[in-house]
């Protein structure tokens, strides 16, 4: 399958600082990217959709001031996460679509620790 | 509420049985996917399986949809301890230039050697 890095993998901060996590597309050139949340033992909730050259699209009750996302080429997309605060702690997984038949290919997730 | 509902939510069984696990939804799609991830790891792509098949193999892999009932099944033929890990379903839906995944809430699978 695709490859899709992230980076960092793990990041551990403190209150109010920004965390930016980066997402590579490493072997296709992805229009549309990706960004899910996950909390320890459930599922993936998706937070935004990433077009590249344009506004991220944000799901409902996910802050577009507080998960700020840029998608400048067909190869990264990054979310930075501004003024993080403990609650904001959880599993960052981005992905990529491949538009053939629309498979997502994911990235290893990024675990963000706000102290 | 989320498009895919996995069932059973946890499921315990022998190495070399095989693994059930299904997945139903409550709108209409176009392609379904099911991923495997292991413990505070990422998603592993297993197969997608679009609107208009009823069958997919993929190794001891087979996934099967039922557009009529709204469901999908994943069989794991086999099973090794390396299986273990949470299974999800995902429902893709395209339109009006936007594509959205959804996942269920997965199938924590134990296989005991």
């Known amino acids: 399958g695709a490859v899709v890095s992230q980076h960092p993998s793990r990041v551990i901060c403190k209150s109010g600082t920004s965390v930016k996590i980066e997402c590579r597309s490493l072997?296709?050139?992805?229009?549309?990217m990706f960004w899910y949340r996950q909390f320890p033992k459930q599922s993936l909730m998706l937070m935004a959709t990433?077009?590249?050259?344009?506004?991220?699209?944000?799901e409902q009750g996910v802050e577009k001031d507080k998960f700020l996302i840029n998608h400048a080429s067909l190869t990264l997309s990054t979310l930075t996460v501004t003024s993080a605060h403990p609650e904001d702690s959880s599993f960052y997984i981005c992905?990529?679509?491949?538009?053939?038949?629309?498979?997502?290919?994911f990235g290893p997730g990024t675990r963000l620790t706000v102290l | 509420s989320q498009q895919g509902e996995e069932d059973p939510q946890a499921l315990s069984i022998q190495e070399g049985e095989n693994a059930t696990m299904n997945c139903s939804y409550k709108?209409?799609?176009?392609?379904l996917q099911w991923y495997r991830q292991n413990s505070g790891r990422g998603l592993v792509h297993l197969i997608l399986?679009?609107?208009?098949?009823r069958e997919k193999h993929s190794g001891r892999l087979r996934v099967t949809l039922d557009t009529s009932k709204k469901s999908s099944s994943l069989l794991i033929t086999a099973s090794r301890a390396a299986d273990t890990a949470s299974y999800f379903c995902?429902?893709?839906?395209?339109?009006?230039?936007?594509?959205?995944?959804?996942f269920g809430k997965g199938t924590k699978l134990s296989v005991i050697p």
């Open positions: 709108t209409s799609i176009n392609n």
């Open positions: 992905s990529s679509l491949r538009g053939t038949y629309n498979e997502q290919f």
């Open positions: 399986i679009r609107s208009n098949e």
């Open positions: 990433s077009n590249e050259g344009s506004k991220a699209t944000y």
């Open positions: 995902a429902t893709g839906i395209s339109g009006a230039g936007s594509y959205q995944l959804t």
């Open positions: 072997d296709f050139q992805a229009t549309t």
